[in-house]
C-alpha cells in the first residue's frame, strides 16, 4: 500500500462548479496535513494546513479530516479556470518526520 | 521578505562539469530543504538541513552534494551526472524541521547532456 494515495486525475470540473479532491494515507501517525498546489512548469505553493479532525476553511477551499478513516480531502468551490493545476496531498507524521507527497490530481476548470 | 530564491532557473550540463545550485530565504526559517522532481510525479526529498547541521540525507549518490554556509544560505553541489538525473530542483523551507508548511522556491530545470 501506498503512503499516500491520490487519484491523478485528471478531474475535470465546469466552471463555478464545486471540485472534490481526495487523499487517503496509511499512517497512522500521521498528524499534519498539507494541501499544496502546483501549476504546470512551476513549484508547490501551500494553500492548506489542517491538523485536526472536521474541517477548515479559507476562502473558496475546505479542508477536511477524518483521522479514524485516515481520509482528508480537499473542496474548492466557485472552482475557477485559475484552479485548474496538480493538488499534492502531503501528510506529515509528529516529531521530527519528513512530510510525503501523494501523485496528486490534476484538476481541469472547464470555461 | 516571503520567498525563497533559487539561482540558476535553467542549467545545462555536461556529465564531466561541475557545478552548483544556490537557495536563499530570508524569512528566519531555520529548516532548509532539497528534493527532486521528475514530470508528472510529487517532490522527491534529497536533502534536510536543519538548523545548518543535515538531518536527513534520503541515500542520495555522493555525486550531488548539500551544503549550508549559514542559515539563509543552501547549496547543491553538482559532479559527473548523470542524464537521468536531469529534473526540476526545488529547494524549499520552513520554520523548523517539525512543521510540514514548506516554501518552495521556483526551482532550478537542470539538463544533463
Known amino acids: 500500500q501506498k503512503e499516500v494515495e491520490q487519484n491523478s486525475g485528471p478531474l475535470s470540473v465546469p466552471e463555478g462548479a464545486i471540485a472534490s479532491l481526495n487523499c487517503t494515507y496509511s499512517?497512522?501517525?500521521?498528524?499534519?496535513f498539507f494541501w499544496y498546489r502546483q501549476y504546470s512548469g512551476k513549484s508547490p505553493e501551500l494553500i492548506m494546513s489542517?491538523?485536526?479532525?472536521g474541517d477548515k476553511e479559507d476562502g473558496r477551499f475546505t479542508a477536511q479530516l477524518n483521522k479514524a478513516s485516515q481520509y482528508v480531502s480537499l473542496l474548492i468551490r466557485d472552482s475557477q479556470p485559475s484552479d485548474s493545476a496538480t493538488y499534492l496531498c502531503a501528510p506529515k507524521a509528529g516529531g521530527y518526520q519528513k512530510v510525503t507527497f501523494g501523485i496528486g490530481t490534476k484538476l481541469q476548470v472547464i470555461p | 521578505d516571503t520567498e525563497v530564491t533559487q539561482t540558476p532557473k535553467h542549467l545545462v550540463m555536461g556529465m564531466t562539469n561541475k557545478k552548483s545550485l544556490k537557495c536563499e530565504q530570508h524569512m528566519g526559517h531555520r529548516a532548509m530543504y532539497w528534493y527532486k522532481q521528475k514530470a508528472k510525479k510529487p517532490p522527491e526529498l534529497m536533502f534536510v538541513y536543519s538548523y545548518e547541521k543535515l538531518s536527513i540525507n534520503e541515500s542520495v549518490p555522493s555525486r550531488f552534494s548539500p551544503e549550508c554556509p549559514n542559515s539563509s544560505l543552501l547549496n547543491l553541489h553538482l559532479h559527473a551526472l548523470q542524464p537521468e538525473d536531469s529534473a526540476l530542483y526545488l529547494c524549499?523551507?520552513?520554520?523548523?524541521?517539525?512543521?510540514?508548511?514548506?516554501?518552495f522556491g521556483p526551482g532550478t530545470r537542470l539538463t544533463v547532456l
Open positions: 524549499a523551507s520552513s520554520q523548523d524541521r517539525t512543521l510540514g508548511e514548506q516554501f
Open positions: 489542517i491538523y485536526s479532525n
Open positions: 499512517d497512522r501517525g500521521s498528524q499534519s
